[in-house]
């Protein structure tokens, strides 16, 4: 028996702190919450002020009993949970469900996980502060008021197992809004013109000038005219303009600045910089996590200002105080750090220490001195015109933290790098060797990334830093935004060429880009978002919704009682929810295209059970309607007619091969050619109604060939094979897989030594099962 019981949430963190006590503590994890609302039911009394019902799930009644046991056992029990409202809330649910003693139980909150802070926690203990507690029922019970009165009415109305949620919702609208904005944008083109001048420098040598006109043309005419005018005219620098300039470092990270930048820099996405950063985190290389705080402890810059030094010198060294600016700023008190600054790499997973490595540069660079620039404009001046040419330069005189790291940016635009300037006079004549006007076009709305999208929610003050990793793995999960390819057409433009006094046209083509890992709202997304906007406008709000995050802070701070702010949502909601669902007629998302010209009959675009289809006909009529699946490239939004009805010309035959029809269809996971009993996918972006005969013989004879390479052997008389897979050569067996020792040969197994190989594993000793950890809810 131990004289002390520490609960933690994780058992990654149980065994870290269990190395920094001694023999007088054991350490238990709670694997996240031990209890919640009810799963299937409502979980919340409104008669009864709201009060949340809350039960223990059957996998942690066990573990509940062993906690119960151990904290019997003990003299005192530490609740050592995360600091942050949902660690708060894991502690009272243990306090209450455990039913601890208050006499003998000890709150205590660290931000790192290191000895000294254990030891000082354990020497600091608290209360478990109601407040926060509060703030976490409030959120946790209107996000179950939103979600289960919501959601159904999405069944109703759109389709079955739909959801709706208060954050994930408003987050589905900042997609959509952007897509809308992306399709209704009308490029505008205007001409940009560049020069290369020859001069001679200041050492008596040739040199040549890059300078861009300060005006841009809207038309060809203009730009040509422009070019015209060049021809005769004579050229010499108007001004020369030198001045210093300073580049600041970023501050130290936070949870949404981490994921952005973890976003940029190494490609992670949201909640897996938020599974490593826990990681780092439970094995104490860094602080903690999710945090919205810039602030650094004193004794955290005293070892960054000796570090610096070290690796330095005195005048890299810049102390600097940062206060965040995020709307109800929260959680843990100190920013996202390396726990001993000592440290600039760790031992772990490659991505564990590409996180820790981009934590460590960010912290040090965020004490680190201005970068020093000298920045240098040339104005040229054109005789007889108006216009002038700007050439700029800059040049770093002292890199200061950019030594150590610098920021990356979400903006997809060119970033031009301005270097070095030769050295020239004012009143010097050049001569200008070529000049270029080429057709420019104003950049339609990016698509949000994972990380600007957490950027964007961050500045309107939706969410917490808790929540903006399962925000976006929920939307993703749900299908109401995805990561698809997206092709952009490339567009032709015009290139006016001056050289030599001789005017050249030319028409160029862009080169075709594809957007990858950009979010794009599915049909389903746009239609229920639409749905929400008509009938739930609140819900959808971005003020409401950031000032609901508010009026928790509000609950957290002991300012207000949360079943007042939840009673006051409630009955203006609740009024909604029955108005919506007493609303009749067509279904949300349903879209008239027009006549099928065969049949006489309506076609619609609409949201089905299984998915987006175009529908011939009506569920009135006598004769049952056609409908057929949307391809991947096309919405419910933009398709026409016409592309409607080419839709039902699928199942289509394309022609026989070895006397068997090959018909090509649309399937649950996209285009095939069925051929007999085989099924053969089609290669991706290939439009089934433009298949041949040909194409879809080429198609079943390279898919026969790449199989026949994956078969090693076969043993048809027991249905044996012996194959090449992903991860090396194994036997398939009637549905089931074997592992092939690594020192037998694949090609050289016998049927024997097959069956020999199955029966040694089929009687192998089970591995026991291990408890999944519960993440947070």
């Known amino acids: 028996m131990h004289k002390n019981l520490v609960i933690v949430e994780s058992p990654a963190k149980a065994k870290t702190i269990e190395k920094f006590l001694g023999s007088d503590y054991s350490v238990m994890s709670s694997f996240g919450h031990i209890r919640d609302l009810k799963e299937k039911d409502f979980g919340i009394d409104l008669k009864n002020n709201y009060k949340p019902a809350y039960v223990v799930p059957d996998d942690k009644k066990k573990l509940v009993s062993d906690l119960k046991k151990a904290a019997k056992e003990a003299e005192v029990v530490w609740l050592a949970s995360d600091e942050d409202r949902e660690g708060e809330a894991i502690a009272w649910h243990l306090f209450d469900e455990l039913k601890l003693n208050q006499e003998k139980t000890r709150r205590i909150v660290f931000h790192e996980i290191t000895k000294p802070a254990i030891l000082h926690a354990i020497e600091t203990p608290r209360d478990i502060d109601l407040n926060l507690v509060d703030a976490q029922q409030a959120r946790r019970v209107l996000d179950r008021i939103v979600g289960f009165e919501l959601s159904p009415v999405l069944w109703r109305k759109i389709k079955p197992s739909l959801s709706a949620g208060r954050v994930q919702s408003v987050t589905v609208r900042l997609v959509v809004e952007r897509e809308r904005d992306i399709q209704n944008f009308v490029a505008e083109a205007s001409y940009k013109v560049t020069g290369l001048f020859n001069g001679i420098d200041a050492q008596g040598q040739p040199c040549e000038l890059q300078a861009e006109l300060k005006r841009r043309f809207t038309s060809k005419a203009e730009a040509n005219q422009f070019l015209q005018a060049c021809v005769n005219a004579t050229f010499s620098i108007d001004n020369i303009e030198k001045h210093p300039g300073k580049k600041s470092p970023a501050a130290p990270f936070t949870t949404s600045t981490l994921q952005q930048e973890a976003s940029r820099k190494l490609g992670y996405s949201v909640s897996q910089t938020m599974r490593i950063a826990q990681k780092l985190y439970e094995s104490g290389k860094i602080t903690y996590m999710r945090t919205d705080s810039l602030n650094l402890s004193d004794l955290a810059l005293g070892t960054i200002s000796h570090e610096i030094k070290e690796i330095a010198g005195d005048k890299y060294l810049h102390i600097r105080k940062y206060h965040t600016k995020a709307k109800g700023a929260q959680e843990a008190h100190e920013a996202i750090r390396p726990t001993y600054i000592s440290e600039h790499s760790i031992t772990g997973s490659a991505q564990e220490q590409k996180l820790y490595e981009l934590i460590w540069k960010r912290t040090i660079a965020s004490q680190m001195a201005d970068a020093e620039v000298e920045r240098t404009n040339i104005t040229i001046c054109i005789s007889g015109n108006p216009e002038l040419f700007v050439a700029t330069g800059e040049v ?380 947070k809810k």
């Open 396 to 775: 770093l005189t002292f890199d200061g933290f950019l030594r150590v790291y610098m920021e990356s940016v979400d903006d997809e635009q060119e970033q031009e790098q301005a270097g070095l300037l030769p050295a020239l006079k004012e009143k010097q004549l050049l001569t200008l060797k070529q000049a270029v006007a080429q057709e420019r076009f104003s950049q339609k709305p990016p698509r949000y990334t994972e990380a600007s999208l957490v950027r964007k929610l961050e500045e309107l003050g939706i969410g917490r830093p808790s929540t903006y990793a399962p925000t976006i793995s929920t939307i993703l999960n749900r299908e109401y935004v995805d990561k698809r390819e997206i092709a952009n057409e490339p567009r032709t433009y015009n290139v006016l060429t001056l050289h030599n006094g001789v005017i050249k046209e030319e028409v160029k083509k862009e080169k075709a880009t594809i957007e990858k890992g950009k979010l794009s709202p599915t049909d389903i997304g746009i239609v229920v978002n639409d749905f929400l906007n008509i009938h739930f406008p609140s819900i959808l709000d971005y003020n409401f919704t950031a000032k609901v995050e508010e009026s928790f802070d509000e609950v957290a701070e002991g300012k207000t009682e949360w079943t007042k702010n939840i009673d006051q949502f409630y009955k203006k909601f609740h009024p909604n929810v029955e108005k919506a669902i007493a609303t009749t007629g067509k279904k949300a998302g349903e879209r008239e295209l027009g006549i099928d010209p065969k049949s006489g009959k309506p076609v619609f675009a609409k949201i089905s059970r299984f998915g987006s289809v175009v529908q011939i006909g009506s569920a009135t009529d006598e004769e049952k309607p056609k409908f057929a699946a949307l391809q991947k490239d096309q919405s419910l939004e933009s398709i026409t007619l016409e592309e409607a009805l080419e839709l039902f010309k699928l199942p289509m035959n394309v022609g026989q091969f070895e006397d068997t029809d090959m018909v090509v269809a649309v399937g649950r996971f996209g285009p095939y050619i069925k051929h007999g009993k085989a099924f053969y996918s089609l290669p991706k972006g290939e439009n089934p109604l433009d298949m041949t005969t040909e194409h879809a013989i080429e198609i079943i004879e390279a898919k026969r060939q790449e199989d026949k390479n994956k078969q090693i052997n076969h043993f048809p008389e027991e249905e044996i094979f012996v194959l090449n897979g992903r991860f090396g050569a194994y036997i398939a067996c009637k549905g089931s897989n074997y592992k092939i020792p690594k020192t037998m040969t694949p090609a050289n197994l016998t049927l024997d030594d097959c069956k020999a190989i199955m029966a040694d594993e089929a009687n192998a000793p089970k591995a026991k099962p291990t408890r999944k950890k519960a993440g």
